[in-house]
């Protein structure tokens, strides 16, 4: 069975300048949870919704901080600040645009490939899509549902 056999002609993609914000709607909107970039019908990178929850994870504190008799007042507006950066660099987040997360390095596969060639690629890279590219130009895209579908009715 061919990659084109099954992949999804109906590709649904967005732009590198596609603000961060609007690809998140994309993704719930159409219930998917990846997408290419595309530009002028060339694939220039890939997100995933795990690259759009990457960017609410906040770095771990490292060991425990006691404060001093002298800083228990400013205690609460060191938070206050803190709470106010966050909430800033969030909504700053929304407006940005998708190349500045999107994955350039993108696996790709032929719709002449092979489904377990597509499949192979799949697992050893442990992504759930691969853009479907013929002749330099994204014509669809496979993923993991995909395959399962079409070995589901062979």
Not at 29 to 40: A, D, H, R, Y
Not at 96 to 102: C, G, L, N, R, Y
Not at 114 to 134: F, G, Y
């Amino acid at each position: 069975m061919k990659v084109q056999d099954v992949m999804n002609p109906d590709l649904i993609a967005c732009s590198p300048d596609t603000p961060i914000r609007d690809v998140a709607q994309l993704l719930k909107q159409k219930n998917i949870s990846g997408l290419p970039i595309v530009e002028n019908d060339k694939l220039v990178g890939i997100v995933s919704e795990g690259d759009l929850l990457r960017l609410l994870e906040v770095p771990e504190h490292k060991g425990l901080w006691l404060p001093s008799p002298f800083e228990v007042l400013e205690v609460p507006i060191r938070e206050l600040v803190s709470w106010e950066d966050s909430k800033h660099m969030l909504e700053d987040i929304g407006s940005k645009p998708i190349s500045d997360i999107m994955k350039t390095n993108v696996y790709t596969v032929a719709p002449s490939s092979t489904v377990q060639d597509a499949s192979a690629i799949i697992t050893k890279h442990k992504i759930n899509r691969l853009p479907v590219l013929e002749g330099g130009n994204v014509i669809g895209i496979i993923t993991r549902g995909d395959i399962i579908h079409g070995l589901g009715s062979v």
